[in-house]
């Protein structure tokens, strides 16, 4: 699809189509932005493999050397810039039923917006006509590692024979521990608990006395 030529209202590319760079730098090099906001509408793209030093959360994490691959289109809005992109990264960790290790790789979806007066928590900072991904990328790995991973769906677990995995279908009762089954004989019958709450009611209520 071609951009259509018009001679006010047709948004301005400041480049063409960018593909992701061949080589690997030690993380997202700033985004110059002026030309860009020249006028509303005018729109751009950014591609770039990188590392990041490292990333983690409980049961996983992205090596310091694993490469990290972050595409997207730039548009100039009203007051700063539109980021819609996509973030890929290797993970690695620990099977949370075999405990055995595992790889798995991320693909998220970003929308975010870069203005000059930054709101904590809802939009990026645009300092000195320049975009910084690398706070962007990093929160978006780390709030969509999985804590607890699993390297497949039908992992049995470290001994099936010993410890089977039970997968419960919906509103099915848990299995009952045979260390609880003494206690099963002690529970009173409904009217006896009924009868036993009305008896301690009366003793606590003054004008029974």
């Not at 110059?32 to 770039?48: A, C, F, H, M, P």
């Not at 970003?110 to 929160?139: A, K």
């Not at 709030?143 to 039908?154: E, M, Q």
Request: proline share 10%; aromatic share 6%; net charge negative.
């Amino acid at each position: 699809m071609t951009d259509q030529v018009g001679p006010t209202n047709s948004p301005e590319r400041s480049g063409d189509q960018k593909p992701l760079e061949d080589h690997i730098t030690a993380g997202p090099r700033t985004f110059i932005t002026r030309e860009l906001r020249k006028r509303v509408g005018n729109q751009d793209s950014y591609g770039e493999r990188f590392c990041l030093g490292g990333l983690s959360v409980v049961g996983t994490r992205v090596d310091p050397d694993a490469v990290i691959e972050f595409s997207c289109d730039l548009e100039a809005i009203a007051g700063g810039i539109s980021v819609i992109g996509r973030i890929t990264a290797p993970f690695v960790g620990e099977c949370r039923r075999c405990l055995e290790p595992m790889v798995g790789t991320l693909s998220l979806d970003v929308r975010e917006t870069f203005v000059d007066r930054p709101q904590e928590g809802e939009t990026y900072p645009i300092e000195e006509d320049s975009l910084d991904f690398e706070p962007l990328v990093r929160e978006a790995i780390l709030l969509s590692l999985p804590l607890t991973p699993l390297c497949s769906d039908d992992c049995v677990g470290p001994v099936p024979d010993v410890f089977p995995v039970v997968v419960l279908h919906e509103g099915a009762e848990p299995p009952t521990d045979p260390r609880w089954a003494a206690l099963d004989s002690l529970r009173l019958p409904t009217d006896e608990l009924g009868f036993a709450d009305e008896a301690a009611d009366s003793a606590l209520d003054p004008d029974s006395l």
